[in-house]
């Protein structure tokens, strides 16, 4: 017997092409442009080859937005951009239009809502962070909390492109650090191994998967009271937290010994330097919502030092490099101690030391 003739469509149920998203002067143009310019803060203009030009509004946004928020964002775009705004990585809005007399009719709408226009160039941008208490399931701290207290004393950074180049701010709520690198990132730091509940871990917690969570092999199995549970190396700990997003019983959140650090220097462009991982400059901070004011005095420290003594183009590792460690800790008011040195010894002969997998 033969198949029913097909008389339906495959109706493909993926994520739609980005390319539906860009606006049609974007889309015309793609991959096809000449220059572009700043010829304001918040304001981009990209020109194509053909002649075509689209001008590009940025404004920060609080992150946590509502839903009455967003439809305000999207009533300015519908109004002045042919319905066509995006959200970056950094939390921040941008509108695109083709026409330059809706720039600052843009600009006066938006800063009338609480929106500051800016973000471009060399001034400091919002800042890309992790879900905090909101979402995560680890967190240690509250991410958004701690960017909304840093950005109300940068607001003039934001607005203003007065830095030796742009500045990339980066918050995590734990020590894995999902903010990922930046000029200056402010990540939690545990200060003491997890706290092990023997008596429920077993009931709750798949033990194979903490042991392979952390990325030192510190976790062991072990029998407590006769009931299958875990044991943690405090040798070869490195108090990063993985394991406990694997076993809730592996509590290490605590709010005296989980503490924040600040590191500066990272940067993922390839641009005049390679890439470059962040380096420790302050730790031990009191981590006390809701304002955070050592964590935002410490930043505040850097930035000031970064924009008095940095030269034109130099991000904050390359101005670090060029002036040295010790000068650096000077004009900062920053303390250095021995705990900053890098000397952990136990992890595998190949931990982040390639890129390359091996079997």
Known sequence: MSSPEKKWKTVESGPHSYEEALHP???KNYGKWK????PKPGVLKHVAESGDAIYTVRAGTPRQDTVDMVRRLCDIA?????????FT???NVEFLTPRQENVELMIKELEEMGFPVGGTGSCVSSVSHTQGWLHCDIPATDASGVVKSMMDSLYHEFRHMEMPNKVR???SCCSINCGGQADIAVVVKHTRPPRINHDN???????PKAVTRCP???IRPTMVNGKRSLMVDEAKCICCGACFGACPSMEINHPEHSKFAIWVGGKNSNARSKPSTMSIVAHNLPNNPPRWPEVTEAVGKILSAYKEGGRPWERVGEWINRIGWKRFFEETGLTFDEDMIDSYRHARSTFNQSAHVRF
């Not at 220059?35 to 700043?38: A, D, F, L, W």
């Not at 519908?78 to 995006?86: E, I, L, N, P, S």
């Open 78 to 86: 519908d109004k002045y951009c042919d319905g066509y705004f995006r």
């Open 89 to 91: 990585i950094r939390n």
């Open 25 to 27: 002067v974007v889309r």
């Open 35 to 38: 220059y572009h310019e700043i």
């Open 201 to 207: 871990l077993s009931m709750i917690c798949e033990l």
């Open 216 to 218: 030192v092999a510190a």
């Open 169 to 171: 701010l980066s918050t």
